[in-house]
């Protein structure tokens, strides 16, 4: 069983688009978190959504917005897409805020032409 | 604002031998650490975690990881490596607090290469 999925796996489109990558955890985890990883395989947080509470980093254009139908799904929504979105982008979920170990999915490679 | 510091881009190791993998981190309270691999196309998979008590702790796949204060290292280590842990190997910080998402924050990973 897959603890964290995301879908699609790949995703290419061209600038100015609107897409969505989807995430679900089955692990009944009360926070989950968007993660990007660039080309240089760098790792950091978008944002954390834990019971309702959207916890966002202020590095992150508001073309990026998060939507959590219930627990466990948090979909990614990215307005206007530009050629500095390409990345790999991971969802992850974890029992609660703070110190505890987050669960990976296996990634959305977004590519933007 | 915590940092984490992975001093080694690469590192090749024969078959066999051991590895150690560095990682500083820069922390205003008790951390807690993580060291988390990324096999290539996949997604990160937790190796082991410190949080308190011992300061030697024990992963899956045969890792262990060190934590020691007074240097803000929380090394990680295997006595005999084997091909298929050639991978990208990330320490990571947690959790990320002071106005930003309540997330790890990571190194920027080492990358490791196993030599038959």
């Known amino acids: 069983d897959t603890a964290v999925s995301q879908t699609p796996k790949y995703l290419v489109t061209q600038m100015g688009n609107d897409k969505s990558i989807k995430c679900e955890q089955n692990?009944?985890?009360?926070?989950m978190y968007w993660y990007k990883q660039d080309s240089k395989k760098f790792l950091k947080i978008m944002f954390s959504?834990?019971?309702?509470?959207?916890?966002i980093n202020e590095t992150v254009p508001n073309r990026f917005s998060p939507k959590s139908p219930d627990k466990a799904h948090l979909n990614l929504h990215i307005n206007s897409l530009e050629l500095g979105d390409s990345a790999v982008y991971f969802c992850?979920?974890?029992?609660?805020?703070?110190?505890?170990?987050?669960?990976f999915g296996p990634g959305t490679r977004l590519t933007v032409t | 604002a915590q940092s984490v510091t992975q001093p080694d881009i690469h590192i090749t190791v024969s078959e066999g031998a051991s590895l150690e993998l560095r990682c500083n981190y820069s922390?205003?309270?008790?951390?807690?650490l993580f060291w988390y691999v990324q096999s290539p196309g996949q997604g990160l998979q937790l190796l082991l975690k410190?949080?308190?008590?011992?300061?030697l702790v024990q992963g899956i796949k045969g890792f262990e990881a060190e934590f020691k204060r007074s240097q803000s290292s929380f090394n990680l280590r295997k006595p005999s490596v084997h091909w298929s842990d050639a991978a990208e190997y990330f320490c990571?910080?947690?959790?990320?607090?002071?106005?930003?998402?309540?997330?790890?924050?990571f190194g920027k990973g080492t990358h490791l290469i196993i030599q038959p």
């Open positions: 410190y949080f308190s008590g011992d300061t």
């Open positions: 992850a979920s974890s029992s609660g805020p703070g110190g505890y170990e987050q669960y």
């Open positions: 959504y834990n019971n309702k509470e959207l916890i």
């Open positions: 990571a910080v947690g959790p990320y607090s002071g106005g930003g998402a309540d997330g790890l924050t």
């Open positions: 692990l009944g985890h009360d926070t």
């Open positions: 922390y205003g309270a008790t951390p807690y």
